[in-house]
């Protein structure tokens, strides 16, 4: 899928998005909050983990400009009746122009296709444009939990979505 904007998203994997994915999220939060080193296998190695599997109710969404990756969103099935949403990211460049949101949409109707009941994120209080674009959706916060982690202190936060 091609917009006018030279922006393309798929679904498909192909070698390097593993390492890129992880890449831009470790160089990304590091620039924009401060995020540590520890953040980069906290996204790596579940997302290895998503890359072996072959669910057909799991699946990734690849952002690309120009052939570079610029963004990425999973589904990942965590329970017959539930998923969870990960690696929502968007550089920067890309940011503002509804990308997310049709990622998130996109999200949704894959889950409902695949018979999921519901899905959840987990990410923390210092995203605001995240749990922005969540709440429009119909995300809402159902915990809360003060941790130490990546280098911050910060409040991790599960949105839930029933379907």
Known sequence: MKNNSGITIRNSIK????????????KLYADQYGFD????????????EFMNSHCSKERIWIVEKENKI?????????????????????????RGLGIGKKLVEEVITFSRKCGYSSIFLLTIDILPEAAGLYRSLGFTVTEEINMQVWGLKVTEQKYELKL
């Open 70 to 94: 610029m963004g990425s969103v999973a589904l990942v099935r965590y329970s017959d009746e539930q998923a969870q949403l990960r690696w929502l990211l968007l550089h920067p460049e890309i």
């Open 15 to 26: 070698p390097g998005d593993m390492g890129y994915v992880t890449y831009l999220h470790g």
């Open 37 to 48: 080193h520890t953040f980069e296998p906290y996204v790596a190695v579940p997302l290895a």
